[in-house]
C-alpha cells in the first residue's frame, strides 16, 4: 500500500498550463458551478404569508408559513384561528405535496459533479503525462462526462418541474383557496416567497448541462479516435506524390 502511495506521490507533477487551455478551463468553470447548484438549493428557506380579519371578533391576524429544502411540504405545519367569539383556539394545517425527491436529486448529481471535477482537475495539474499517455484516460473521461452530461439534463429538468410545483403550492392566494375559515371570513394574500435562490439553482443546472455536453468535444480531442481521424503532415504531403 505504501509503495502505491509513493508511486503516486512519485508521479505528480504540476503543471498550471492546461488550465489555460479549453480542457482544463471548462473543467474550473464546471466545479464552480456545480458548487453552485447544490449551494443554492440546500441553503434555501423561505416564508410565505396571508392575513385573516375575523368577521365575527374584529380580529386581525397575519399568518407565516415557513419552509426549506428539501421541500417536504406535506410535514410544514401552521396555525390558523377558528375566529370564534370569545375563544383563541387553532387549527393546524399542513402545506400539500412532497418534492424532495426531485431536489435531492439535483443535489446529489452537483455534488457527484462537484468531486468528480475535483478529482479529474488534480488529474489536469498533477498527472497530465499519465492522462495523456494512452487513450484510456480520455476515453473513461469522454464517457464520465457523457453520463453527467444526461444526468444534469434529467436531474435539472426534474427539479424545474417540481420548483414550478413548489411555487404554486406555497403561494398566498392558494393557500387561501385551500382553508375553509377563508370561505367565511376576510382573507387576504401577503407577500410572496422569495424564490431567487432556487431559480438560480435551476438556472446553474441547466448551465451545466451545456458546460458539461460543450466539454465533451474537448475531451474527445484527446481520444485517439480524434486523432486518428486527422491525416498526418506526411500523409497529406505523400498523396500528392505521383
Not at 380580529?59 to 384561528?81: C, D, G, K, M, W
Not at 436531474?155 to 387561501?176: E, Q, Y
Amino acid at each position: 500500500m505504501d509503495s502505491i502511495v509513493q508511486k503516486i506521490m512519485f508521479a505528480f507533477r504540476l503543471d498550471l498550463r492546461p488550465v489555460k487551455e479549453p480542457l482544463g478551463f471548462t473543467r474550473l468553470i464546471e466545479w464552480v458551478f456545480a458548487i453552485f447548484a447544490f449551494a443554492s438549493a440546500v441553503g434555501y428557506s423561505g416564508t410565505t404569508s396571508f392575513t385573516i380579519v375575523c368577521q365575527r371578533t374584529g380580529s386581525n391576524h397575519e399568518i407565516n408559513v415557513s419552509f426549506a429544502y428539501p421541500f417536504r411540504l406535506n410535514q410544514q405545519t401552521y396555525n390558523v384561528p377558528d375566529c370564534k367569539v370569545n375563544s383563541s383556539s387553532e387549527t393546524t394545517h399542513h402545506l400539500t405535496g412532497d418534492y424532495s425527491s426531485s431536489v435531492e436529486f439535483f443535489v446529489a448529481v452537483a455534488v457527484l459533479a462537484f468531486l468528480y471535477c475535483t478529482a479529474m482537475l488534480v488529474v489536469y495539474l498533477g498527472y497530465q503525462h499519465v492522462y495523456r499517455e494512452s487513450n484510456r484516460g480520455p476515453l473513461v473521461d469522454l464517457i464520465v462526462t457523457g453520463i453527467f452530461t444526461f444526468l444534469w439534463l434529467v436531474a435539472s429538468s426534474a427539479w424545474g418541474k417540481g420548483l414550478t410545483d413548489v411555487k404554486l403550492v406555497t403561494s398566498p392566494t392558494a393557500l387561501i383557496s385551500v382553508i375553509q375559515i377563508c370561505k367565511d371570513n376576510n382573507c387576504s394574500a401577503g407577500g410572496l416567497p422569495a424564490m431567487g435562490p432556487l431559480n438560480s439553482s435551476v438556472i446553474s443546472g441547466f448551465l451545466n448541462l451545456i458546460l458539461w455536453g460543450g466539454n465533451c468535444w474537448f475531451i474527445f480531442k484527446e481520444t485517439q479516435f480524434h486523432k486518428s481521424s486527422i491525416p498526418s503532415a506526411a500523409q497529406q504531403g505523400g498523396a500528392g506524390l505521383p
